[in-house]
């Protein structure tokens, strides 16, 4: 069969791609703009084309796209002129997944680590697991998949536009429930409700014992024969030797933990494979040291709750050093949901710099702003609008020898990182 796959640049859509490929499918994609990932993806073979046009349906039997159709692009020819469209979950449920023992890792927090810790378990076990990550894995030279030959399929399960229901998990691990996603649901109650039905579609239940939204859910399947539940709390700093501090991470670790156990996995296996496990791309991501010697770390953080874990982390690893959390907020809608916990979590940083909201599938939205957040925050924080260049001189300037910098954002911010590490002057352009 040959697939097309619209939006092929994702981080999810890609890994699907390549694992399409490796098991035999006539891949191609599209996407707006070339990117790193389209490059790579074009070394290894895949067909890739910028832009979008109904021409690339030509002798195609599916259009795998990305959901972020739904809000961009919905009109446009390639989607509405497809015979046979559907998004990339849905594609990798119906054909990826088919006939494979799955482990799906949902929660609002922590999905692509708890996932990549989980697939270096597996593989410790020698159980040669198909994998599909959000992220890229350092372990894996950066990439973002694995397709092995055994009964096993690891996926991340993301709760937004309820994606996660097209799956039907023997295992499911949920890591954590809380408010997110407001663009699609209306408060915590909706959230829940999805969490519920996707735990009803699992044999086994691995759940975080420990967090407030998980024990809502245990409520609401109180008194069901199925799933089976198996609650689990953070690991213990003597049960295994991570790289990585913070105890969100041991609380990731403990979900692999117990999710290995339940597949026969012995806790010796289990131990190395998480001791051996090098990180992610964009996940507390040590980036480097400057020649005044400003360490960065870089991270996916856009929610409070991964804000104050993570500025939390770096004061463990760090804790006599002043630390500087580098945001940019992620969507207005979010933003405007959760202003009082993000102005409260980024408290914890020494000094706290603010970009422009990122946001590229809301449409007549424009506050409340970075500004606005930054005001909240009150005087340690600095709001920087416009390019990010202004970001990386201000920190440039700033930034005193041994501080650590701590960039968080799902967008573009990244970039930052790059143009310090990057920059052999004071002056960024």
Request: proline letters at 3%.
């Amino acid at each position: 069969m040959k697939i097309h796959f619209m939006g092929i640049g994702g981080s999810g859509i890609s890994a699907v791609a390549r694992i399409a490929k490796a098991q035999g499918f006539e891949v191609s994609g599209c996407d707006l703009e070339d990117s790193a990932i389209t490059r790579k993806l074009r070394t290894e073979g895949i067909e890739v084309i910028i832009g979008h046009n109904a021409s690339h349906l030509k002798n195609i039997d599916i259009l795998a796209h990305s959901p972020a159709v739904y809000y961009q692009s919905e009109n446009h020819p390639e989607f509405t002129k497809a015979k046979n469209p559907m998004t990339w979950e849905k594609f990798m449920a119906k054909y990826l997944m088919k006939g494979k023992t799955l482990i799906a890792v949902s929660g609002t927090h922590g999905k692509g680590t708890t996932t990549a810790m989980m697939a270096r378990v597996l593989e410790a076990a020698k159980c040669d697991p198909t994998v599909e990550v959000g992220a890229n894995l350092l372990d894996w030279g950066k990439e973002n998949f694995r397709s092995g030959k055994s009964k096993y399929y690891l996926c991340e399960a993301d709760e937004f536009r309820e994606k996660f229901l097209l799956y039907k998990p023997y295992v499911a691990i949920i890591t954590s429930v809380e408010m997110d996603h407001p663009e699609y649901f209306k408060n915590f109650d909706a959230v829940l409700n999805a969490f519920v039905k996707f735990s009803k579609k699992s044999d086994i239940l691995v759940l975080n014992s420990e967090d407030a939204g998980c024990n809502k859910l245990l409520k609401e399947l109180k008194g069901l024969k199925t799933p089976r539940i198996i609650r689990y709390k953070s690991l213990r700093k003597s049960q295994a030797k991570l790289k990585f501090p913070g105890k969100h991470i041991r609380s990731d670790a403990g979900a692999v933990w117990a999710a290995a156990r339940v597949l026969g996995v012995k806790d010796k296996v289990i131990k190395s494979g998480l001791e051996n496990f090098n990180g992610l791309e964009r996940r507390f991501e040590y980036r480097g040291e400057t020649a005044s010697g400003i360490k960065i770390y870089d991270d996916y953080a856009h929610h409070p709750t991964a804000v104050s874990v993570n500025i939390n982390a770096i004061r463990e690893k760090h804790p006599n050093k002043k630390i500087w959390a580098v945001f940019q907020p992620h969507m207005f809608s979010r933003l405007a949901t959760l202003f009082d916990d993000f102005a409260s979590s980024l408290q914890l940083a020494d000094r706290i710099i603010i970009s422009d909201v990122f946001t590229r599938r809301e449409q007549g939205i424009t506050k409340p702003s970075g500004k606005d957040l930054s005001r909240a925050v009150g005087p340690k924080a600095t709001y920087i609008g416009g390019d990010l260049v202004n970001v990386a001189n201000f920190l440039s300037r700033n930034a005193g020898k041994n501080d650590i910098l701590l960039v968080m954002g799902a967008g573009d911010i990244y970039k930052v990182s790059d143009m310090i590490l990057t920059s052999g002057s004071k002056s960024i352009s």
